[in-house]
């Protein structure tokens, strides 16, 4: 069972930057992909951005450009870089990974508000 814990969330103003962390337990398949999801209050979980062991990202179209996403595989850890940020992007963002797509584990998740 991998656990992942994220980092790095808290209370932004519309225009700054964030930097997510997330830690997994273990190395191997389980993590082969990671990526970030968020959840907005009365909305769907959606992806944020994914990447793959070997460097391949993803992003939603709503953060091209604006949003990073990339692992240290030494460490176990993925990153998300928020710049730019706006107050739709406030939401609670989940850490995942999986073997061939990510989603069979989750992090406790991370609140990042964003103020106008």
């Known amino acids: 069972q991998v656990q992942l814990v994220e980092s790095g969330g808290g209370l932004v103003q519309a225009g700054g930057s964030l930097r997510l962390s997330c830690a997994a337990s273990e190395r191997g398949a389980s993590i082969r992909y990671m990526g970030w999801y968020r959840q907005a209050p009365g909305k769907r979980r959606e992806l944020v951005a994914t990447i793959t062991s070997g460097g391949s990202t993803n992003y939603a179209d709503s953060v091209k450009g604006r949003f990073t996403i990339s692992r240290d595989n030494a460490k176990n850890t993925v990153y998300l870089q928020m710049n730019s940020l706006k107050p739709e992007d406030t939401a609670v963002y989940y850490c995942?990974?999986?073997?061939?797509?990510?989603?069979?584990?989750w992090g406790q998740g991370t609140q990042v508000t964003v103020s106008s």
């Open positions: 995942t990974s999986g073997l061939l797509v990510p989603g069979t584990y």
